[in-house]
């Protein structure tokens, strides 16, 4: 129990960190661009944010204890697999029915996929067999 804590914990700041780089740094000029889709700054939802990324972290270890090999090999093809799955949908599927640029619908698939193998590859580590 203690290390799916410390696996929860490491990856809802990995993830965070991530999401930073990848939608402030990377795509922030993009959303200014299309201001008009999101929701203003100070209207941001931000412990809805940070309550979404937990449960994703809790969901993604809980799946990854289910499966009967694990190790940092198990870790890293679990967590390609999941992001591109995720990222896939998020990008894609947002793309196909939102007005998005095309740019942030890649940046939103290979930036998750990305997240997730990096995800797996903190889980595979800590949690062994």
């Not at 940092?72 to 799955?85: Q, R």
């Not at 947002?94 to 590859?121: C, D, E, K, N, R």
Request: a positive charge; charged letters at 10%.
């Amino acid at each position: 129990m203690k290390k799916v804590l410390i696996v929860i914990i490491s990856l809802f700041i990995l993830f965070n960190i991530i999401g930073y780089l990848i939608h402030g740094v990377m795509l922030g000029n993009m959303y200014a661009q299309t201001a008009n889709f999101w929701r203003p700054a100070p209207e941001m939802k931000l412990v809805l944010i940070n309550f979404v990324t937990l449960v994703h972290c809790i969901m993604f270890v809980w799946i990854y204890s289910l499966l009967s090999k694990k190790g940092i090999m198990a870790g890293l093809k679990f967590g390609l697999l999941y992001g591109i799955a995720y990222g896939f949908g998020m990008g894609f599927g947002t793309y196909s029915s939102m007005p998005i640029p095309l740019y942030m619908a890649y940046a939103w698939f290979l930036g998750t996929t990305v997240q997730f193998t990096l995800g797996g590859l903190v889980t595979g580590a800590i949690i062994k067999e």
